[in-house]
């Protein structure tokens, strides 16, 4: 090979080998480049996703301070019943259930100022959401129509004479059937206990109260919680104050709020004293009761009564209870204690361990100013029967 071909030959080569140097050059070049872009498009991105995270956070800010506040309100054991109200405040101001009614068609009849009377109207143990074989939700709807119009008819009867012009509505617990009270609870209701408290149960006692808030110039309901309420057993963790008769009482005050003569009184304790005409009616459950005979417990009444009248502070004469629901009347010691029936019917329970049946039926008493009680009625229930 002569110099002058080596010479070529090499040049030709160089030159191959700077062009495969000069296109992996651009390759990698090409690669950086297409990097580079890659990262600044993935920054872009990121930046996007970190904008959006602090507004997201800061439009989520009043509800964190909100979840803190409730969080708060249950390690200081105000319990979740007056959560769970706040929370259906929250929904019944977007979507209202209000109960509105015409101005009061009062009864006729002859009013005795000197003769003052105010009827009362006795409900508990509604146990509403209980399922027996003759007893339901749809049933104690019923049943409680039927007592709100038969109060109503006696009521038309006795105002003749009497002159009634205000109701008290006595509510002493257990107005709905709880779902945790006992172990096979479950298997023996036809809805969740938030279903039976903040729906069924309060819109049909609004639906009788706003009934009778258009016949008598003031109704008064005055409510204290049963053992059913209760968010489970009684030795169990929940707090005592978490209630769902209480949620039943506050959603009843919110399904009534534009009916102006109704008030409701449902005091933080486990019981209630309303004054009527001067004098104390005293409002429990009746859980707190011991022992029983014949399916109620007389000395055990006879004996808490004698103990509340120096424990509770307020003066009263006459003790309103259920709990047994056994629909009974007695006096001690010049007072008188009123025990109510139920709405429930075919109870397996009371005929299994109490030995006891009782007909469904509700109170209905009138006071005189003068006299205290002078009539003291059964209502007796028949729908579904």
Not at 57 to 78: F, M, T
Not at 121 to 133: C, F, M, Q, R, V
Not at 201 to 214: G, K, V
């Amino acid at each position: 090979m002569t110099k002058k071909k080596a010479e070529a030959g090499w040049n030709k080569a160089s030159y191959e080998q700077r062009i495969k140097a000069l296109e992996k050059q651009l390759k990698e070049a090409k690669a950086r480049g297409s990097n580079v872009e890659n990262a600044e498009r993935k920054a872009a991105s990121l930046e996007n996703q970190l904008a959006e995270m602090k507004e997201t956070l800061e439009k989520a800010r009043p509800l964190l301070q909100e979840n803190n506040r409730l969080r708060a309100k249950l390690r200081a054991g105000e319990g979740a019943a007056e959560i769970i109200t706040e929370i259906l405040s929250g929904l019944m101001e977007e979507r209202p259930r209000v109960i509105k009614v015409s101005p009061p068609q009062i009864l006729g009849g002859v009013y005795r100022p000197e003769e003052e009377n105010v009827a009362v109207a006795h409900l508990s143990d509604l146990h509403l959401g209980k399922i027996t074989p003759s007893f339901d939700s749809k049933i104690a709807v019923e049943r409680l129509r039927e007592y709100g119009r038969k109060v109503t008819r006696c009521l038309k009867v006795h105002n003749a004479a009497m002159g009634v012009q205000d109701l008290r509505v006595y509510m002493t617990g257990d107005m709905v059937e709880g779902e945790q009270i006992f172990a096979h609870q479950a298997h023996e209701i036809d809805s969740s206990v938030f279903e039976q408290a903040c729906f069924t149960c309060p819109e049909a006692l609004a639906e009788i109260i706003a009934s009778w808030a258009s016949v008598f110039e003031r109704v008064r309901v005055v409510a204290v919680p049963g053992n059913h309420g209760r968010n489970g057993p009684k030795k169990g963790p929940a707090n005592p104050r978490t209630n769902w008769d209480r949620v039943c009482y506050r959603v009843l005050g919110m399904l009534l709020k534009s009916v102006h003569n109704v008030e409701i009184v449902a005091p933080d304790s486990f019981y209630a004293v309303d004054d009527v005409l001067g004098s104390g009616n005293l409002l429990v459950h009746g859980d707190q009761v011991r022992g029983g005979f014949a399916g109620f417990p007389w000395y055990g009444v006879g004996r808490k009564a004698l103990g509340w009248i120096d424990s509770i502070p307020e003066p009263w004469r006459n003790l309103f209870l259920g709990h047994f629901h056994t629909p009974v009347a007695g006096r001690f010691s010049g007072r008188w204690w009123f025990a109510n029936g139920t709405l429930e019917s075919s109870n397996e329970f009371a005929r299994s361990e109490m030995a006891s049946a009782g007909a469904p039926a509700q109170r209905l008493t009138i006071f005189n100013k003068k006299h205290g009680p002078i009539v003291d009625l059964m209502i007796n229930l028949t729908a579904g029967l």
